[in-house]
């Protein structure tokens, strides 16, 4: 089986080499080029392709990729919103992804922009650099007794539960899909209109698209904290920077961006970044942007590329894989 990688970082090549080492028939080829309409054709001569979560695999891909006998697509992620489900089905293209790697790994790193706005470590690190030992504008709070809306309660919003129970907050969960748990359930309403810190861990889908736009941001705590690991699309961004000007919200941590295809896994230092809102959003003080890297452990990256590897075994044997979406 001969597996086109697009979109290759040299951080996961030992991590893929190390998991096929066991499965000699999988030959895998790393590209570093996004896929895309304008790069699909490098998938020639592959019966299958690996993605991750920037790839665009829309209708139009598909059908090309089905021209050129790619039988397969292994999504080397758990979203999926990047592929268009239906129209690989039609063109009878099985998708597989990994479904869970490590939610502790992106929920830990939810944790890691909660306290990090909460007590204002980054800026902390910098003054103590330069000798600055001054607190005045580094005044923190605590998240014990403070109320947490999680929305999405599935493995990742379950483990940062856990998590925020530790500290002793209050845990307010959304999610249409989960019974009774360590928390306590609510409409999303009464989680807008109560916490002081709101996360998202829910998928991007149509009816989550800019599920936190004006009129969700204006239920909301003045001074809230809003942290999004999910999907960079669950927000309107526009409405999101509306906010911050009027002090609605008051700390935003994002490690996933609406625009961040064009941006982020890539060394933009020496760029003139042309999105206008990225660098409004990343000029606020109490903004904290980190560039995908939720998933980033290496418990996580062992997981992803053994579950990965094989999920395209599977295929290749013609199995059922239990990881199709
Ligand atoms: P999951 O499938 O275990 O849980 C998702 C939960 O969201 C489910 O319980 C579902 O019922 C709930 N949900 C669906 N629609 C909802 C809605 N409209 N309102 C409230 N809840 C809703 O998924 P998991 O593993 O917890 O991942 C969640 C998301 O995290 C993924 O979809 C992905 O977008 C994102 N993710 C981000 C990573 C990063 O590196 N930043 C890495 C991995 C995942």
Request: net charge negative; with cysteine; aromatic share 8%.
């Amino acid at each position: 089986m001969k597996v086109a990688l697009f979109s290759s970082q040299k951080y996961e090549r030992a991590f893929f080499t190390e998991a096929a080492n066991a499965y000699p028939h999988i030959e895998i080829t790393h590209l570093e080029h996004a896929l895309k309409m304008e790069t699909v054709y490098l998938a020639s001569g592959f019966d299958a392709i690996c993605v991750f979560v920037n790839d665009d695999v829309n209708a139009c891909v598909l059908a090309e990729l089905a021209e050129l006998n790619v039988k397969f697509i292994a999504l080397r992620c758990a979203g999926f919103n990047n592929v268009d489900i239906d129209a690989a089905h039609a063109l009878g293209i099985q998708v597989v992804r990994v479904p869970a790697y490590s939610p502790e790994a992106v929920a830990e790193h939810c944790m890691a922009l909660i306290l990090t706005l909460a007590r204002k470590t980054h800026k902390a690190y910098n003054r103590v650099r330069e000798e600055n030992f001054d607190l005045n504008g580094l005044l923190g709070f605590n998240i014990h007794n403070k109320t947490v809306g999680v929305i999405g309660c599935g493995k990742i919003g379950q483990s940062l539960v856990s998590i925020l129970n530790g500290f002793g907050a209050h845990t307010l969960v959304f999610d249409p899909n989960v019974g009774e748990g360590s928390y306590t359930k609510v409409s999303l309403q009464m989680l807008f209109e109560q916490s002081d810190i709101i996360t998202l861990h829910c998928p991007l889908t149509e009816s989550t698209h800019h599920l936190l736009d004006d009129a969700a941001f204006q239920k909301m705590k003045t001074g809230v904290m809003v942290i999004n690991t999910s999907r960079g699309a669950l927000i309107d961004t526009q409405a999101c920077i509306k906010a911050l000007k009027s002090r609605k919200i008051g700390y935003l941590g994002l490690d996933v961006y609406e625009q961040e295809s064009e941006l982020f896994f890539k060394d933009r230092s020496e760029d003139i970044i042309q999105d206008d809102d990225f660098i409004r959003l990343s000029g606020f003080p109490n903004v904290l942007i980190t560039g995908h890297q939720g998933f980033f452990t290496k418990e996580a990256l062992t997981e992803i590329a053994s579950i990965t590897i094989s999920n395209l075994n599977a295929l290749d044997c013609g199995q059922v894989s239990p990881n199709s979406v």
